[in-house]
């Protein structure tokens, strides 16, 4: 079967070859968000290759009557699939393939369902808490803001919240440390990971290490992606603080954000569900201390092009046995 061999071969240079350059890609932390959702795409490319040589096999073993269910398009991919494997191990193969598709696909389903129950009880709980020794902040924002009576330095975010807005929680301990510019710049962070739906994405990566954590695409991409939010959320800040002051200094503003990093390294671990403003800060603080180069958009355009094609390519590999039997008059005849 040459579409499931060339799939199979799809896995290997995902998971090996294209996250390696990914994590070697020195533009990663110059686009975060870029980076993050490569990631994701990666894993997801593969996982997908493995589901379709499972379902391309399996349909070696449907019986006719579905087959003349499938619709002619799916008709043609198992004609063509099954002259192809006509000896006597097709059955065991298309069993086989059967088996994997339905491994894979209950795996991640139920990774993805056990994940977002845990957030979501996580995140109730933190806010139940927080109703009982928090207080509102006043004004008017986009997220709920509430204050921590607590003298060791802390600021979060917890996604959902009162109006499904989310919120941020910081510590009198950290406001009592930072300036107001740096207290405005930590809040905007924080506020920057609710607006850009960071939770979503680490929920992602979370439930992909507990379902396939042995493979070592999903490991990386467990290792680089909240390294990788971190600094988004900190390019966020920035934009919001630049367009707030009117000013055109962004080696000032970026200043000011890595004394508030600092500040902010030894506050107390987040709690489980939440997105922390100390987190990842030595490298945090190394990018906003050191000049970036900006990568050009046309660059950035060709590799967002480029992943596109990938992933169409294994669609395409995936149904080119129909395509081709769909072109064969034998095959339309003989379907008919």
């Not at 193969?93 to 209950?106: N, S």
């Not at 389903?109 to 109703?131: H, K, N, P, T, V």
């Not at 042995?214 to 939010?229: D, E, F, S, Y």
């Not at 890595?258 to 800060?281: C, K, N």
Request: with cysteine; proline share 4%.
């Amino acid at each position: 079967m040459t579409a499931a061999l060339l799939l199979l071969l799809a896995v290997v240079a995902i998971g090996m070859v294209a996250a390696q350059l990914l994590v070697q890609a020195p533009w990663a932390t110059s686009v975060p968000r870029l980076a993050v959702a490569s990631w994701h795409l990666l894993g997801l490319a593969s996982l997908a290759s493995v589901l379709l040589v499972g379902l391309a096999s399996a349909l070696l073993v449907v019986p006719p009557s579905m087959v003349d269910a499938l619709g002619d398009f799916l008709a043609h991919c198992a004609l063509a699939l099954r002259s192809e494997s006509t000896g006597p191990h097709g059955a065991a193969l298309g069993v086989a393939g059967m088996l994997l598709a339905l491994a894979v696909g209950t795996r991640l389903l139920g990774s993805l369902i056990r994940e977002s129950r845990r957030a979501r009880c996580e995140r109730l709980d933190q806010l139940d808490r927080l109703a009982l020794v928090g207080r509102r902040l006043p004004g008017v924002h986009r997220e709920d803001r509430v204050l921590l009576d607590d003298a060791r330095p802390a600021a979060y975010c917890l996604s959902g919240g009162l109006a499904g807005r989310g919120t941020i929680v910081v510590s009198s301990g950290a406001l009592a440390l930072l300036d107001d510019d740096q207290a405005r710049l930590v809040l905007a962070h924080e506020s920057a990971h609710l607006r850009q739906r960071h939770h979503l994405a680490t929920h992602l990566s979370v439930a992909l290490v507990h379902a396939f954590g042995r493979i070592w695409l999903v490991r990386q991409a467990a290792q680089q992606i909240p390294r990788l939010l971190e600094m988004a959320a900190d390019d966020g800040a920035m934009r919001v603080e630049r367009a707030a002051t009117g000013t055109r200094d962004r080696a000032a503003v970026r200043r000011r954000l890595a004394h508030a990093l600092v500040t902010m390294a030894g506050a107390q671990a987040a709690p489980a569900g939440a997105l922390a403003a100390g987190g990842s800060a030595v490298a945090r603080v190394r990018r906003l201390s050191t000049s970036r180069v900006q990568p050009r958009p046309v660059g950035v355009a060709l590799l967002t092009v480029g992943f596109g094609v990938a992933l169409a390519e294994l669609l395409f590999v995936a149904t080119s046995p129909a395509v081709c039997a769909a072109a064969m008059p034998v095959c339309t005849a003989g379907l008919g």
